[in-house]
């Protein structure tokens, strides 16, 4: 049963107060664009360029917000705004149960970020700092009084965890990202994921008087990622669920295998986790798309129905052509041993916005991120959060993928060793120097293999953490993401890239009269309008190249052709060559060697590129 919905609400946070009361977080971002992109934008040129600036005006700068909903005890809700600001991670909640509501998150106010407190009706500021401050998480001590761990940049792809009491002194740090912070009693349990090369550990530490008293490795073959932890009063046992995948292995479908896993161990001898962990039962299932697409489980989070651990994720749900959504389904532990996973949302979901579930007293309480898609690629939209009282005997089988749609499930070889040092220039241009990212990065928000491809977050820390990229963009496929998408993707991409990465925003919209294109940027009010265009314009190529020229200022914008696909004849392409935007072009893919003849080309099927070019005299 639906108890509400939270119009706009992106993601979601909850928690409990004393007698059983439940309260949540709600990350807002205002739909803004949606009255003008399904709307026609008009036939001609100055038409649509009219449309473009009533867009802008209209559109602005979108604040991110945090709104507190809870139950009024009228079988109704109050909601409120608790908080405003430029950027926005978080918020999250403490796991034990509180007095009263209590959020914390991190926000970026003109140049400087800071961590924020809400609590009993008021806000406060634990700490500000002049660097990024995100994966925010927040515990309550034995007395009451909150902790808080963030992740901060210390230097170039290396991220450290600082754990602040709530006057803002610093108790421990360590270097590690994706801090989760569980307190049990008087000590506080840190897990941190600690990046290699070739691999990526989790470390559980416990911490009591700022000082460490244990401490833990969890190593698998060969990313351990996503995880979370929890504390079972019960036994007195730390509990931690991660998601387990090979080293890069295939192409750069991040997310095409993953397995979730759990282990348990005494608060007093975390060495007992290793030889408790277990594999939760979900079934290896796959659909045919541009080739076999897994649908692995993601995102895992573990909670308590009394005693009992309960393990929720996410799984794709196939149901079209490039479609985009996730079912969360759960599986509840009993000795070691995992029942079968039941879904929990007649929704859809998001791959990667912050959801949570709840035992009260009387039911299970769901709060999840929520949007409608058509069934075939395209934008979504009707962002919401759902908040569900769920029944035992309202949970729903999962949705399998049709029989004449299914495909064989692919287990990838891990690759390691492939981040040798990049070679040095002998004689580099003077002022000037070699640094490496990866242009051409789509996610699962780009819904080409959505189920496979990795959120942005996972897409980012890969180049960052493994690949020891210092350049950061996504190349979404920006018409289908336009509005709420678009901001928290590329709000992750600012987070993620830190204080030491180079930043470019970065899209593929799709272009009629002309080959695959990128269009890229530095400055984000200039990518969003960018956007805009495309659509206004249509994907009209000569149009929007005039459109740049007349409202952008030079130098503002540049773009970067691919190959791939038909979309002109090989004689027409030179003829839409412009100086000023295309600096550069991609000659090489993995997909195949575009310089290649045909017959040696994979599929046997892809034109030449940029062979057109060189056979016309470019150079």
């Not at 470390?203 to 079972?232: F, P, S």
């Not at 348990?264 to 290896?284: F, N, Q, R």
């Amino acid at each position: 049963m639906v108890i509400t919905k939270i119009e706009d609400g992106y993601s979601v946070c909850a928690g409990l107060t004393v007698g059983g009361h439940w309260y949540a977080g709600v990350l807002v971002l205002e739909n803004r664009e949606q009255p003008f992109i399904d709307a026609n934008a008009g036939d001609d040129f100055e038409e649509r360029r009219q449309w473009c600036r009533q867009w802008d005006a209209a559109v602005g700068q979108v604040p991110r917000r945090i709104d507190l909903v809870r139950p009024d005890g009228k079988n109704r809700v109050c909601r409120h705004i608790v908080a405003a600001a430029e950027r926005i991670d978080g918020p999250v909640c403490p796991k034990h149960i509180a007095s009263a509501p209590i959020l914390a998150w991190t926000e970026r106010r003109g140049a400087s970020w800071q961590l924020v407190l809400y609590r009993n009706g008021t806000t406060r500021i634990i700490k500000r700092s002049s660097g990024i401050l995100r994966c925010p998480q927040i515990a309550l001590r034995n007395d009451g009084e909150p902790v808080f761990a963030v992740e901060r940049d210390i230097a170039r792809n290396i991220c450290q965890t600082v754990v602040f009491d709530v006057d803002g002194n610093e108790i421990f740090s360590v270097v590690g990202r994706k801090p989760v912070l569980v307190a049990v009693e008087d000590a506080l349990f840190l897990l941190t994921e600690q990046p290699g090369p070739n691999s990526i550990a989790l470390v559980c530490r416990k911490i009591r008087g700022g000082q460490l008293e244990q401490e833990h490795t969890l190593r698998g073959a060969d990313y351990l990622i996503n995880a979370d932890m929890a504390w079972a009063a019960s036994d007195n046992q730390v509990y931690i669920t991660a998601e387990r995948s090979p080293a890069f292995g295939y192409g750069s479908q991040l997310g095409l295998h993953r397995t979730i896993h759990v282990w348990h161990g005494s608060v007093d001898k975390l060495e007992t986790l290793a030889a408790s962990m277990s594999v939760l039962p979900v079934e290896k299932s796959s659909f045919r798309s541009l080739g076999p697409e897994n649908r692995p489980p993601i995102k895992p989070r573990i909670m308590f129905d009394d005693a009992t651990p309960v393990v929720y994720f996410r799984q794709f749900r196939y149901f079209g052509h490039k479609t985009f959504g996730w079912d969360v389904l759960r599986c509840r532990g009993n000795g070691g041993e995992w029942s079968r996973p039941k879904r929990l949302t007649h929704s859809l979901t998001s791959p990667d916005a912050s959801l949570a579930l709840l035992q009260t007293d009387n039911a299970m309480i769901g709060f999840f991120p929520a949007h409608e898609n058509k069934g075939r690629p395209g934008r979504d939209f009707d962002f919401r959060v759902e908040i569900l009282d769920i029944k035992n005997n309202e949970v729903l089988a999962p949705v399998p993928v049709p029989e004449d749609q299914k495909a064989p499930y692919t287990i990838p070889t891990g690759f390691r060793d492939i981040t040798a040092p990049p070679p040095v220039l002998p004689d580099p241009y003077e002022g000037r120097t070699l640094i490496w990212g990866d242009l051409h990065v789509h996610t699962c928000y780009s819904q080409c293999v959505a189920a496979v491809d990795g959120d942005p977050e996972e897409n980012l820390r890969f180049y960052r953490d493994i690949l020891g990229c210092q350049v950061f963009t996504l190349t979404e496929h920006t018409s289908h993401i336009a509005g709420p998408r678009s901001l928290w993707a590329y709000d992750r991409l600012e987070q993620v890239a830190g204080d030491y990465g180079v930043v470019l925003y970065s899209a593929e919209p799709g272009m009629i009269g002309v080959r695959h294109t990128n269009w890229y940027t530095r400055d984000r009010e200039t990518f969003d309008r960018l956007q805009r265009l495309f659509i206004a314009q249509q994907k009209d190529f000569q149009n929007t190249l005039r459109h740049i020229r007349e409202e952008f200022p030079p130098g503002t914008v540049m773009m970067m052709r691919h190959f791939h696909g038909q979309a002109i004849p090989d004689e027409q392409i030179p003829h839409s060559f412009d100086p000023d935007l295309e600096v550069a072009m991609e000659s090489m893919q993995g997909r195949c060697n575009a310089l290649l003849r045909s017959q040696d080309n994979i599929g046997k099927d892809f034109p030449l590129f940029p062979t057109p070019f060189l056979n016309a005299g470019c150079k």
